[in-house]
């Protein structure tokens, strides 16, 4: 019914940006809150940040003044600009969507495939 497609990650020398998008597609009706998650090798995954369908945004704090999330309702696509990236940064990161479907009117919770992100010299 819904895909979540990430792109833009990397592996990037610490003090490096990456940017990620996440599309979504399908049978959707609206968008409400977007985010970002992360989970590093041998933790839970865990908040980066979270943007409402009027834009009101939320971060973790140890993404604060670093990270910026943000989307573009018309092409139901949230980012992720990753500015002064850390090595505890290194994680894969999902996006997540909170979608009233169309046709059914229902609201479901999908998540991305997961994106590498890697900040290492």
């Known amino acids: 019914q819904v895909q979540l497609v990430e792109s833009g990650g990397g592996s990037v020398q610490p003090g490096g940006s990456l940017r990620l998008s996440c599309a979504a597609s399908g049978s959707i009706f609206r968008i409400n809150a977007m985010g970002w998650y992360r989970q590093a090798p041998g933790k839970e995954r865990e908040l980066v940040a979270t943007i409402t369908s009027s834009g009101s945004t939320d971060y973790a704090d140890s993404v604060k003044g670093r990270f910026t999330i943000s989307r573009d309702n018309a092409k139901n696509t949230v980012y992720l600009q990753m500015n002064s990236l850390k090595p505890e940064d290194t994680a894969v990161y999902y996006c997540?969507?909170?979608?009233?479907?169309?046709?059914?009117?229902?609201?479901?919770?999908?998540w991305g495939q997961g994106t590498q992100v890697t900040a290492s010299s």
């Open positions: 997540n969507a909170n979608i009233l479907l169309s046709q059914i009117y229902m609201v479901r919770n999908y």
